[in-house]
């Protein structure tokens, strides 16, 4: 079996201290992270970066961020974690519906979302020890 590329995660976070604190979990937990602020450059960035999984904040740019689930599930299937600013079950619903694979509130410890991401990562890698 030959070396498994570092996976890389795609992150939509408009808050510049949660998209911060977002990427150093990620890469603490050994992944490589393409931050973006807005859903104008997380959906080109999507098809340009092919990231391994996609964190966004559906809340991004007055709910453009759903533009950029949209770009994700354009590509196959791309594991995606939905964060939602409110915890609300419709948009909980909805994000399931539109294909995510997780959702989660925003104050959500980086910790645990990358652990979560690095699962989703491994999961989506046949090729990876775990992997499907």
């Known amino acids: 079996m030959g070396q498994l590329e570092t996976p890389l995660v795609l992150v939509l976070e408009p ?4 998209a911060e604190a977002i990427g150093i979990a990620l890469r ?4 490589q992270v393409v931050s973006c602020r807005h859903a ?12 391994s999984v996609v964190v966004i904040d559906v809340g991004a740019d ?8 949209a770009a994700a599930r354009d590509h196959g299937h ?10 609300d079950a419709a948009v909980r619903r909805a994000a ?8 989660l509130p925003t104050t959500v410890d980086p910790a645990d979302l990358a652990a979560r991401v690095v699962a989703l990562a491994r ?4 090729d990876a020890p775990g992997g499907t």
């Open 62 to 69: 007055d709910g453009h961020g759903w533009d950029v689930l």
């Open 123 to 126: 999961r989506a890698r046949p």
């Open 28 to 31: 603490g937990a050994g992944l």
């Open 96 to 103: 399931y519906a539109a294909g995510a694979d997780d959702v």
């Open 78 to 87: 791309l594991p995606a974690i939905v964060l939602d600013a409110d915890d």
């Open 40 to 51: 104008a450059e997380a959906v080109p960035a999507v098809a340009f970066h092919r990231p």
């Open 15 to 18: 808050q510049r201290a949660l």
